[in-house]
């Protein structure tokens, strides 16, 4: 009971203080525009612990994040594996080939509308399918290891970064395509010093959609068929076997990794996009 | 007919290098056969054995729109192996999940808008969530809803399906809700309207157009998330399901027919989307 009570006055003085914060002055700093969101997340994982303790929720149900944190440092190891075969060997080459790919056929058929409005419909419509279907059938070409995982990652990620990638090499205005006529300036010479640069924003937009799919696909792949780890593998098997702190554990280097990942690919972007509007502060 | 015309180049494209690789990838098997019983085939003996193989590595584009056919039109809608009844439960997961993360999405969009406290709390947690993979969440939300004593698996779908499809109009809703600017406000100001007020006749009026943009997109993604959820262990019922069965007993032309039937039905959702949208426009009306 006192930790339910504790709890719950911890959340509303907490809430109080961040209240307090966002009205405040400080909230324009760039100390207050990270405390503000830190501060919410801290009291969601003490409001989590409270109730569990609180309530005496059982751990095959949800396990406190204390318990999850122990799990964590004594099981790095088989941690680090997983997150190898699945994120290392599995997203990231995919996420390359998939991506690269896609920018080269973008490249290919700029030249050829009658292609670009062929596959553009065509393209938009498979970006909004649950290409994660795929999956078992990419796994009994590929078989059980990581080539199935990145085979998988490279057909999820490749519509939306198509899509994205000739809506941009379309995004560079009438008056600069004139003037880089006026200059002489060869198909090639205008494609990359003003068509791939003016491309870049929306490159960046279906990367970061890319760089969540990626994550998904390579773990679903697991489901089907994996070697005996991968996290996917770790989080189907744990479950089984109500080992819940475990697959916690596996859900949380998912989630670190997938917003590392995006922020990465975010920096990268703030970094090449420099000029663009939404990049200026 | 000038928009039809590429589209359909590619679509035949399309079918046309799909039949290429499925000889390429079906031979193997074939030429594997004749050479255990000692036997030589030509490629003109091998090409039409290709096409109709029971378990095709690759089934050619007939086989596969004949499953279908057999798992639309062939089954009572309500038998196990209609293709129908599985879509429907797909879709009734779905359309909750989608309704699920409407209401999610809207309702925080309202808060975020409103409480400068929720922008700077919420907002940042809304879009780490997003690079969450949901499908590391989904055995778990499934087993944290059956120890909780929820039969069944419509809801832990729906949770799915709705974490992915919140997202989505939770953006567009606060870009929409702070489209009106301020000579439009001051002007509602002046006429002594209060916060209500303005919320009903400004803001969520304006916003209409971002959340008919959002809806396209959260349906997709609600579908995706219903059959991710149908994926993990267990379930018997849906498009999904029929994924994993095929997968698990060996049978392709199972897996080629859900994978098209789940397309099939991202199409026709999608579709409806536009309807309504097109519909909302006219009721409200902004000229077509």
């Keep these: 009971m006192t930790w339910l009570v504790g709890t719950i006055g911890i959340w509303l003085a907490a809430w109080a203080l961040n209240a307090r914060l966002a009205a405040s002055g400080w909230a324009r700093t760039t100390a207050g525009k990270l405390a503000v969101p830190i501060l919410f997340g801290v009291t969601i994982l003490v409001l989590w612990e409270g109730l569990v303790r609180g309530a005496g929720i059982a751990p095959v149900i949800l396990p406190a994040p204390s318990a999850i944190a122990a799990k964590i440092a004594v099981s790095l190891p088989t941690l680090w594996l997983d997150f190898s075969q699945t994120f290392l060997k599995g997203a990231l080459p995919g996420f390359v080939i998939g991506c690269g790919a896609a920018i080269a056929t973008a490249i290919a058929i700029d030249r050829s509308p009658f292609l670009q409005r062929g596959l ?12 994660v279907g795929l999956a078992p059938i990419l796994v009994m070409w590929f078989g059980f290891d990581w080539q199935s995982k990145a085979a998988v990652v490279v057909v999820m990620v490749f519509f939306p970064v198509l899509v994205n990638m000739v809506a941009g090499l379309q995004a560079s205005e009438r008056m600069q395509a004139d003037l880089m006529a006026t200059w002489g300036a060869s198909y090639w010479q205008s494609l990359v010093k003003l068509r791939l640069p003016a491309a870049m924003p929306f490159l960046f937009n279906g990367l970061k959609i890319a760089s969540t799919l990626a994550l998904i696909g390579a773990i679903v792949a697991e489901f089907f068929g994996s070697p005996i780890y991968g996290m996917g593998f770790r989080i189907s098997t744990e479950v089984g076997r109500l080992g819940l702190d475990m697959v916690w554990a596996e859900i949380a280097v998912a989630a670190l990794a997938g917003s590392a990942f995006y922020g990465l690919i975010a920096l990268i972007e703030r970094w090449v996009t420099f000029w663009h509007p939404s990049q200026r502060h | 007919m000038t928009r039809a015309l590429p589209v359909l180049t590619v679509l035949a494209g399309i079918v046309a290098i799909w039949y290429a690789a499925a000889v390429w990838m079906n031979a193997t ?8 019983n000692g036997q030589t085939v030509t490629w003109a003996e091998v090409i039409p054995q290709t096409m109709d193989q029971a378990r095709p590595l690759l089934p050619p584009p007939h086989q596969v729109a004949a499953e279908l056919w057999k798992g639309v039109a062939g089954q009572a809608v309500t038998s196990k192996r209609s293709l129908v009844y599985h879509g429907y439960v797909t879709v009734k997961g779905t359309l909750m999940g989608f309704g699920l993360g409407i209401v999610m999405g809207v309702l925080l969009a ?8 929720m922008d700077m709390s919420v907002m940042p947690w809304a879009i780490i969530s997003q690079t ?9 939300i499934l087993t944290l809803s059956s120890q909780l004593g929820i039969s069944g698996r419509d809801v832990p779908k729906a949770i799915i399906a709705a974490y992915l499809s919140f997202f989505p109009v939770l953006v567009s809703m606060v870009k929409g809700l702070r489209a009106p600017d301020q000579m439009q406000l001051d002007l509602l100001r002046t006429y002594g309207a209060g ?27 609600s579908l995706i998330g219903t059959i991710v959820g149908e994926l993990p262990t267990g379930a018997i019922e849906g498009l999904g399901a029929r994924m994993l069965i095929g997968s698990q007993f060996g049978e392709p032309l199972i897996m080629w027919a859900a994978l098209f039937a789940a397309a099939i039905l991202a199409g026709m959702l999608i579709l409806a989307v536009g309807v309504v949208e097109r519909l909302a426009r006219a009721r409200m009306g902004v000229p077509a």
Excluded: C, H
């Excluded at chain 1, 553009?120 to 290409?131: C, E, Q």
């Excluded at chain 2, 098997?29 to 255990?36: G, K, L, M, T, Y």
């Excluded at chain 2, 309202?110 to 406290?117: A, E, H, K, L, N």
């Design chain 2, 195 to 221: 916060e209500g007020a303005t919320f009903l006749k400004l803001r969520l009026p304006a916003s209409m157009p971002y959340f008919f943009a959002s809806l396209k997109v959260a349906i997709a993604a």
């Design chain 1, 120 to 131: 553009l419909p065509i393209g938009n419509f498979v970006a909004a399918l649950p290409i």
């Design chain 2, 132 to 140: 969450i993979p949901i499908v590391a969440l989904a055995p778990m």
């Design chain 2, 29 to 36: 098997w074939i030429f594997d056969q004749a050479e255990r």
């Design chain 2, 110 to 117: 309202m808060s975020i808008v409103r409480f400068r406290v």
